[in-house]
Structures are given as structure tokens and as C-alpha cells.
């Protein structure tokens, strides 16, 4: 049977904070090494189970970054059915 390893010893952890209604908005990147893997797994699960919105690329993350600068700088914001048809 194969072990799976668990979120790092000691409290709060990141998913204690999950799911305490500590975080907001979770951003949890794919790591090569298949142990931290594990880990944010659990991490992702615990944001889903919420649901916590969880964004598993940094692309992703910049677009509602990209969504709010435009609000501040008053740049319209349309859909993309409103931009394909301009």
C-alpha cells in the first residue's frame, strides 16, 4: 500500500486556514515533484469542498487581476460575444 504524505506537521497549516474561512481565493500551481503534488491535492480538495475558488495556473490568475485593473482604469470590460461582435 502506498503512503500518501500529508500537509506539513504543525497548525494553522494551509488547509486548516481552508477551511477555517481563512482564505479567499486560492491560487495552487502544479509542481514536478509528485510529493508536493500530494499535498496540494488535499489543499485543492479542501478549497472545493467549500467551495473557496481555486485557480491552478498563474494565466488563470492574471486574468481577474486583468478584470479589476480595467475597472480602476475605467477601461469597458465586455464579454467575449459583445467583442466578437464589435
Known sequence: MRQRPSVPLGSPNLVDLV???????????????????????????????????CLTSLDIANAPLLALRSRRDSLPCVTIDEHVAA
Open 19 to 53: 477551511r477555517g474561512g481563512k482564505v479567499d481565493l486560492l491560487i495552487n500551481t502544479v509542481s514536478r515533484d509528485k510529493q508536493i503534488e500530494l499535498v496540494a491535492a488535499q489543499i485543492r480538495r479542501a478549497s472545493a469542498e467549500l467551495p473557496i475558488p
